[in-house]
């Protein structure tokens, strides 16, 4: 190959800020030829070095990165929860605890947690959260409340 390698594209990126998207980006312009095979392979090694650092086997959950998520808010206040970086969450309950509850993504649009997919949980999960989906509560009770959910890691 007579261009740069993989290694070269992503010289200037740390290990943690690096996803599947910056290696789709790099290989984008490359035919399929067999004058692009060593570049493939670097493309095929450092994915594969991504999952295996940053999950279990599966999609399993990370079983000692996990959490329970809450803070008490005020009457007509609101907090979003979203993971930094790479991090993917995959939510395990919701207590709502009389708050309004929705995803929301990284435009602003909303789907909110409400009603029997709430209370019944199999009709909704699992859910994922990401840098680009979080999860959103809005105290509307007239009282403070504690909305909270459970969450495990299952990506770094």
């Known amino acids: ?84 970086g790479t991090e993917i969450w995959r939510v395990q309950a919701i207590d709502l605890n009389g708050c309004a509850g929705a995803l929301k993504d990284s435009d602003g649009n909303m789907c909110l947690l409400t009603g029997p997919s709430v209370e019944n949980p199999k009709n909704s999960f699992p859910i994922y959260l990401s840098a680009s989906m979080s999860i959103f509560f809005l105290n509307s009770t007239g009282s403070p409340a504690t909305p909270k959910f459970a969450y495990h890691k299952v990506s770094l």
């Open 1 to 84: 190959m007579g261009g740069p390698s993989i290694y070269d594209l992503l010289a200037q990126q740390d290990v943690s800020d690096l996803t599947v998207a910056n290696l789709n980006k790099a290989a984008e312009n490359t035919a399929i030829a067999s004058r692009n095979v060593e570049f493939w392979s670097g493309i095929i090694t450092v994915a594969r070095a991504l999952q295996e650092s940053r999950t279990y086997a599966h999609g399993l959950v990370i079983p000692e990165l996990g959490a329970v998520l809450g803070n008490e808010l005020a009457d007509g206040a609101n907090e979003t929860f979203t993971p930094t």
